[in-house]
């Protein structure tokens, strides 16, 4: 059964790479549904495109329902780390800023 239910994310001050180079991306179109190119019954998936421009570019995926799983994981995971690191890194400047001045 097709469902035709997208839905929209939208992105703030983002960009994705696409065939005639790197382009601002406004909006994620994201479904559930039969794939146009991978080999599944239904795929997750991404539309990566400028609304605001028309959208007629795009950048698209098309994920197993357990990539797509396994994606969420990993990208929660990156956030995490990137995150605790970027604070790490700031306060030891902090720190390294105060030493210096006293």
């Given at each position: 059964m097709c469902?035709?239910?997208v839905m929209k994310a939208a992105l703030r001050d983002s960009s994705a790479?696409?065939?005639k180079g790197w382009m601002a991306v406004d909006t994620a179109n994201v479904?559930?549904?039969h794939p146009y190119h991978a080999p599944l019954d239904?795929?997750?998936g991404i539309d990566f495109i400028n609304e605001a421009a028309g959208g007629r570019e795009r950048v698209a995926v098309e994920?197993?329902?357990e990539s797509a799983r396994e994606l969420i994981k990993q990208i929660e995971a990156a956030l995490a780390n990137g995150e605790r690191e970027?604070?790490?890194a700031v306060a030891a400047n902090k720190a390294a800023a105060c030493e210096y001045l006293t």
């Open positions: 469902s035709y239910i790479k696409g065939p479904y559930y549904d239904h795929a997750l994920l197993s329902a970027h604070a790490i």
